[in-house]
């Protein structure tokens, strides 16, 4: 089918310590795949994506792993910050130019001071 | 440089009225895209706009409509407004150019129907 899902709908961490946020997708045939984040009153905002000719992807304190054999992805934040606090979507991208893209229903990350 | 935008940021229909809310992508993107977003849920895909044309489309029935502009701006138009019609709707805008293209989002219209 075409569903991209989350395991856990809520997060809590600790300031200062890692956070990672899993989601599992059905479509094998997928090749692209991003994450958003959606703070309160504002649209997802681009965080990272990555290509399923790829099992690793790196940016400025985030990681974005993919295993296709067990059809699953995660976000990795690093040394989280209260301005991380917001909900996550993972996405799947379909259709010509994956321009299709099928969310997921997110998880809410709270940080703790 | 301006990103993606969106108007109005807040509107009330009533149900059976019909409502036009518009986007205007970020500068040197030329592919629009609409999703709605129910309360709680991730964004649902409505439709995307290349070329003034529709290219591909989700599982939306024919109230919703859209139209895009030669300065690439675009509509999405909702008839015969439905209370479960109130939702936010988002749209993205990218490049097409080779390969996959990330979208950017704008910050929504909230619609409630009443």
């Known amino acids: 089918g075409e569903s991209v899902g989350l395991h856990l709908p809520t997060l809590s961490v600790q300031e200062g310590d890692n956070s990672i946020i899993n989601c599992a997708y059905s479509n094998s045939a997928s090749d692209y795949f991003i994450w958003y984040k959606q703070e309160s009153g504002k649209g997802p905002q681009f965080i990272i994506d990555?290509?399923?000719?790829?099992d690793k992807r790196q940016g400025q304190r985030v990681t974005v792993l993919l295993n296709k054999t067990v059809k699953h992805l995660s976000l990795q934040i690093a040394a989280t910050q209260p301005g991380d606090s917001a909900v996550y979507f993972c996405a799947e991208g379909q259709g010509q130019g994956a321009q299709k893209l099928v969310f997921g229903q997110g998880t809410r990350l709270t940080i703790n001071p | 440089d301006a990103g993606v935008t969106q108007s109005p940021t807040h509107l009330i229909k009533t149900r059976g009225q019909q409502v036009t809310l518009r986007c205007s992508p970020k500068s040197g993107h030329d592919t629009v895209s609409w999703y709605q977003q129910a309360l709680g849920q991730g964004p649902q895909f409505i439709f995307q706009y290349y070329e003034e044309e529709e290219r591909q489309r989700g599982n939306f029935p024919d109230r919703f409509s859209g139209h895009q502009f030669p300065n690439y701006s675009s509509e999405l138009n909702v008839n015969a407004l439905l209370l479960g019609d109130s939702a936010l709707y988002l749209c993205?805008?990218?490049?097409?150019?080779?390969?996959?293209?990330?979208?950017?989002f704008g910050p929504g219209t909230r619609l409630t129907v009443t």
């Open positions: 993205a805008s990218s490049f097409r150019g080779t390969g996959v293209y990330e979208q950017y």
């Open positions: 990555i290509r399923s000719n790829m």
